[in-house]
Each structure stands twice: as structure tokens, then as C-alpha cells.
């Protein structure tokens, strides 16, 4: 399957509708040699990358790459995306645990997070915590009891914790927001950006 799948990512990238698209759009606003993955770095070209030399492995860079570090920011402001979680974070220091869209909690995950959450909680009386939580479909028809279970509420009691599938926010805009003083993510390339950024 994974040779497959880089065959198909492969062939994507040097043959599919878009990059074709890109490289016509390229073309057309004087751009000589649009996409050529053997040479990806022309020396006429300067290039922006959403990186520095701080935050990176060390490499050669080309004279022409400007790392500028992440280039990230929100897509509107948290007050216009979610009036009401900006009203809820405005009310003390906020943990924000976000570990992706496609992480779900087992019971065993589940009862760890609560356990670090509860210790964050007492360590510091004025801190919240924001927790993008998807509990396990262990049935696979989207009715988990997980947020009925009575760590869940018990959490949510405290009013200083709260808990969403999803966030209609983008997390830029909330971290963007200023209430934010820790940032709880998976390491992924777009997490690490947006907490640096």
C-alpha cells in the first residue's frame, strides 16, 4: 500500500489537474521553468520558506531561500469566528490541548488527560483548560457515552474546563487571542507553525 500510495503522490505531483493548472498560471506571469521538481530552486527565483534556521535541522540553504519563519495567521479574528469561546477565555489564563483532527480518545487516553488536566487545575486556581476531545466510536455510529462519563462531567462542573468534538475556531485566531498560555498539540508540521508563529 505505501508503494502505491507514493507512486499515486508521485504522479500527482508531476502530472494532476492542479499542478498542470499551476504550472500554465506560472507560465503565463513570466515564470520560465514553472514546477520542475528536478531543479525545485531556480536562482532567479527568491524563495520564502516557512522556516529559519533557528527551528530546523541544519542544511545547506540556497542564496535565494528566505526563511522567514512560519507564515501562519488567522483566518478572521476569534471574536468574529466564536464570539462565545472568546467571552468563556477572556476569564482566566487557558491550556489549550488540541492533539488533531484525527485523534480519538480510548478509555485509557481518556482517563490519562483527565488526570493531567485535574493536576493543572490544582497547581493554579485561575488557569482553564480549552480540550479538543473526540472520544472513541467504539460502534462505529457516532454515539459514544464518553461525554456523559463521569470524569467528563465532573470536569466540566468545575467551569473551568471545557470540552468540544470540534472547534469552530481555527487555532491561529485563539492562539492569536492572547489567553492562551500553553498550547498541548501532536508535534505536527501545522501545530508546531501555529505555536510558533
Not at 84 to 101: D, E, F, H, K, N
Not at 148 to 154: A, H, K, P, R
Request: glycine letters at 8%; hydrophobic letters at 45%.
Amino acid at each position: 500500500a505505501n508503494i502505491y500510495l507514493n507512486l499515486r503522490l508521485m504522479w500527482t505531483a508531476l502530472f494532476g489537474r492542479e499542478i498542470r493548472d499551476m504550472r500554465s498560471y506560472l507560465a503565463a506571469h513570466g515564470v520560465a521553468s514553472p514546477l520542475n521538481f528536478v531543479h525545485a530552486s531556480p536562482d532567479d527565483i527568491t524563495w520564502l520558506a516557512s522556516s529559519s534556521r533557528r527551528i530546523e535541522y541544519p542544511l545547506d540553504v540556497p542564496p535565494n531561500a528566505v526563511g522567514c519563519g512560519p507564515i501562519y495567521m488567522a483566518l478572521e479574528p476569534l471574536a468574529t469566528q466564536d464570539p462565545g469561546l472568546l467571552a468563556w477565555l477572556r476569564r482566566g489564563p487557558t491550556v489549550l490541548i488540541v492533539l488533531g483532527s484525527h485523534i480519538m480518545y480510548d478509555a485509557r487516553d481518556t482517563a490519562e488527560m483527565v488526570r493531567a488536566i485535574r493536576t493543572v487545575l490544582a497547581a493554579d486556581e485561575r488557569v482553564q483548560v480549552l480540550w479538543k476531545f473526540r472520544p472513541e466510536d467504539r460502534d462505529g455510529d457516532g454515539s459514544n457515552d464518553a461525554f456523559l462519563s463521569d470524569e467528563i462531567v465532573s470536569l466540566r462542573a468545575t467551569g473551568r474546563v471545557r470540552i468540544e468534538r470540534w472547534l469552530a475556531a481555527d487555532p491561529a485566531a485563539l492562539l492569536e487571542s492572547g489567553h492562551i498560555v500553553c498550547y498541548v498539540h501532536h508535534g505536527g508540521a501545522n501545530s508546531f507553525s501555529e505555536a510558533i508563529g
